[in-house]
């Protein structure tokens, strides 16, 4: 598992990435998010970014403060330039540098979260959104098997939970074997689930992380239980969480 700091370093260094693309880039389509150009990826993160922070700065008694920060982040013009975007993210990430255990709101879990829990979110969110940007370009994927692992982790733990919990679906129990670069087993990850139903997947770490994302992958095999488990949690993000283009 990734260190804090190790978390916070990997989300500056997808922020700087994603908004340091050329202006050629920037407009080239976003396969694994139909409808966004690589700007469009660079817009999400930027206007997150500006929610994230309201959350952050919040405490978990303050629900609202999730719905305050998108209305601040749609309050922002549409247009702004990579280096703005970047700022507004990056104003979000400095917020998690202090104390690790300090209360505030996570939208994941609807209530109580820490700086900690926020930068494990932020790591792991963008993370994949630059490995979408990166398959776009054609650019190798830059993420580690250790990345790839702690990011799973999250996913597992908290992220495909809440989309359980937005939806009110449970599709069954998920259990994801990811495999390092000599094959190995780099860790084990599970969604517990209270039905019968149950699938096994493996395969090479980032693949893995994005098929649990509902991304476009290869290389995983269900080898184990029911594959339509898998395609139920994969549904789950695209119904629960579908933001627009932003600008």
């Known amino acids: 598992m990734l260190s804090h700091a190790e978390r916070i370093d990997a989300a500056r260094s997808a922020i700087g990435y994603i908004t340091g693309r050329t202006a050629d880039e920037l407009e080239q389509p976003v396969p694994n998010c139909p409808g966004w150009t690589v700007y469009n990826a660079a817009a999400h993160i930027g206007r997150v970014g500006i929610a994230w922070e309201e959350m952050i700065t919040s405490p978990p008694e303050d629900p609202q403060s999730r719905e305050r920060g998108y209305a601040r982040s ?11 975007l970047a700022s507004w993210v990056e104003a979000a990430i400095d917020h998690l540098v202090d104390d690790t255990e300090r209360r505030c709101y996570f939208s994941m879990t609807g209530g109580e979260g820490t700086a900690e829990l926020w930068a494990w979110h932020a790591a792991s969110e963008l993370g994949i959104h630059r490995l979408d940007v990166e398959a776009a370009l054609g650019h190798d994927h830059s993420m580690t ?17 809440a989309m359980r919990r937005v939806i009110g679906r449970d599709p069954g129990r998920i259990t994801a ?20 139903e149950g699938v096994t997947i493996e395969g090479p770490a980032v693949q893995v992380l994005l098929a649990l994302w509902g ?11 029911d594959p339509e488990v898998l395609a139920g949690w994969r549904a789950l993000p695209g119904e629960a ?5 932003w600008d």
């Not at 749609?74 to 703005?84: F, I, K, V, W």
């Not at 969480?241 to 283009?245: A, I, V």
């Open 177 to 196: 074997r990811l495999l390092g670069a000599d094959t190995t087993l780099a860790g084990r990850v599970t969604v517990e689930s209270e039905t019968l």
């Open 241 to 245: 969480f579908q933001f627009g283009t």
């Open 145 to 161: 098997d250790e990345q790839a692992l702690d990011a799973a982790t999250y996913t597992c733990h908290y992220f495909l939970p």
């Open 74 to 84: 749609a309050e922002r013009p549409a247009g702004a330039t990579t280096t703005e």
């Open 215 to 225: 991304r476009p992958h290869h290389g995983v095999e269900a080898i184990g239980g």
